[in-house]
């Protein structure tokens, strides 16, 4: 096996990634008229270069009627992902070592392929192979989705990249002491005013965000041999050679270009109908830095709303939060935009008892005299500005006080808690009826450990006798507090936050039970 120039001295580290759900997939098509895969009866998943398979597991815990394969050249990474499996009972998964020219003959089709932190960071023959790969394992009306880093947005930040790249080339010892020295080195030019970071201010400043990330992120970021930032057109153009077709992309707010690009601009798109001319377009009035792109193998194009309804009314769409309200307003970057309006008050309201399908959506009388085309569109334009959220089953609003004791009823979920509270990361729980992930932060997690394993009585002290026990303590300003009283309060704040809210939400979407 070759990783071809792919750093695999250093792991990789674990996230979730809930753009690669299936469910986030499936509605990128749909909204963009195009026939999704169905899950409802079993389907298959592919993710190509997995890591430590974060993504790859949570997704099959929450997809349990999916086959999940996940593929790694990177045995530690592959051996990481087993422990997941195992520990979480995921019968429905496999991991495989392999690199893309080597992957099983019998390896078979899937409505579903994936690959992130893969496309940007491989040799060009590398690519070809997941070219082949694609042409070989994905289903007709299957879906690819593929991230990369890409152009304009990179064109100021890729000298960055290359300071990075052959200072540490020149050290000694592994990519993550490598990546720190260089780091170093980084910082001693721009703090001194190098000539660059003075013509380049949004450079200067991109540094302040690197030196804070993980160094083994930076070594897979910036240290294999042949990354790449790609022009859309470039990417669409191999996968039009491989027979695919573009469809969307994620987030959803990038399927709309009056939400991507400034009003001046917009005449521009108003009198365009390339969709891949579109996409150009939009990169360079939104300085697109990196972009998750779908692609689909033989599309078949959904011609009316009755037709979408048809094809993909089991995704179902919900109030994102609890007492949101109207206006609502969304910074999107380029773009800051304003939901208000009686249509969208009634989407709300409507969708704050619980999710709901489209069918059911127009259906109700409180929008009667809309076109359903119209209300599907404020729906997914609900989504992209992040008032709506999506589901793969129904989701009731959850209602009253919350009583314990609790439970955890998925293996997978009591696994990745137990191991990774307080851990420093993040961590993601699977959800069965929203068919994704659902990411907290670590010491929530341990909250929640604690919370499912010893109930109520006591739980902060516990859990700030576990954060001690862990080595970690309470910041502010990014100074420990020292002082015991003040820690005992602002964990207690802390309790109490996490079972007023999140809680609640984890009850909601079945991730916690009552016990």
Not at 77 to 91: E, N, P, V, W
Not at 374 to 392: K, T
Not at 397 to 407: I, L
Request: with cysteine.
């Amino acid at each position: 096996m070759t990783a071809a120039g792919y750093i695999t001295d250093v792991d990789y580290i674990p996230g979730f990634y809930p753009q690669l759900a299936p469910v986030a997939m499936r509605h990128v098509a749909a909204l963009n008229g195009v026939v999704p895969p169905r899950i409802a009866d079993g389907f298959r998943y592919l993710e190509l270069g997995c890591g430590l398979g974060r993504s790859l597991t949570t997704l099959a815990a929450a997809n349990p009627q999916g086959t999940f394969v996940g593929v790694d050249v990177n045995p530690e990474h592959t051996a990481a992902t087993q422990r997941d499996i195992t520990a979480g009972g995921l019968a429905n998964t496999r991991v495989i070592t392999s690199d893309f020219a080597s992957l099983p003959a019998d390896l078979g089709e899937f409505e579903f392929i994936t690959l992130h932190g893969v496309w940007s960071w491989v040799a060009p023959e590398v690519r070809e192979q997941i070219l082949a790969a694609a042409q070989r394992h994905l289903a007709p009306g299957g879906l690819l989705l593929v991230s990369y880093n890409s152009m304009p947005g990179w064109a100021h930040l890729q000298p960055i990249r290359g300071i990075i790249r052959q200072y540490a080339v020149l050290r000694q010892g592994d990519s993550a002491q490598r990546v720190r020295e260089a780091l170093a080195y980084l910082l001693f030019i721009r703090e001194r005013h190098a000539k660059y970071f003075e013509d380049n201010p949004r450079a200067a400043a991109y540094v302040d965000g690197i030196v804070k990330q993980d160094v083994r992120y930076i070594a897979h970021e910036y240290l294999n041999e042949h990354w790449t930032s790609f022009y859309f057109a470039e990417v669409a153009g191999m996968f039009s050679r491989a027979g695919l077709s573009f469809v969307g992309s994620l987030p959803v707010h990038t399927n709309f270009w009056d939400l991507c690009v400034r009003p001046e601009f917009q005449e521009l798109f108003r009198t365009t109908t390339d969709r891949l001319i579109t996409e150009a377009h939009k990169d360079f009035c939104a300085n697109t830095a990196f972009r998750w792109d779908l692609y689909a193998r033989a599309p078949r194009a959904m011609k009316s709303f009755e037709e979408r309804v048809r094809e993909a009314d089991d995704i179902e769409f919900r109030v994102t939060r609890a007492g949101v309200t109207l206006p609502h307003q969304t910074n999107l970057d380029v773009v800051t935009s304003t939901v208000q309006g009686p249509l969208y008050q009634a989407l709300l309201d409507m969708m704050s008892t619980g999710s709901r399908p489209l069918s059911a959506i127009v259906a109700d009388p409180r929008v009667a005299g809309t076109p359903p085309a119209d209300v599907s569109r404020a729906v997914d334009a609900g989504v992209a500005l992040g008032l709506f959220e999506i589901s793969a089953r129904h989701v009731d609003t959850a209602t009253g006080e919350p009583r314990g004791p609790y439970a955890m009823p998925n293996d997978f979920n009591r696994a990745v808690i137990a191991s990774d509270a307080l851990s420093g990361r993040a961590v993601a729980v699977a959800s069965q009826l929203t068919g994704t992930g659902h990411t907290l932060g670590d010491l929530d997690a341990g909250i929640l450990n604690e919370l499912v394993e010893r109930g109520e009585d006591g739980l902060a002290p516990r859990v700030g006798a576990r954060l001690t026990a862990a080595g970690r303590s309470l910041e502010r300003d990014g100074k420990p507090i020292k002082d015991q009283t003040e820690q005992g309060v602002i964990m207690a704040q802390a309790c109490e936050a996490f079972c007023r809210t999140s809680l609640r939400q984890f009850l909601q979407l079945g991730i916690v039970s009552p016990g």
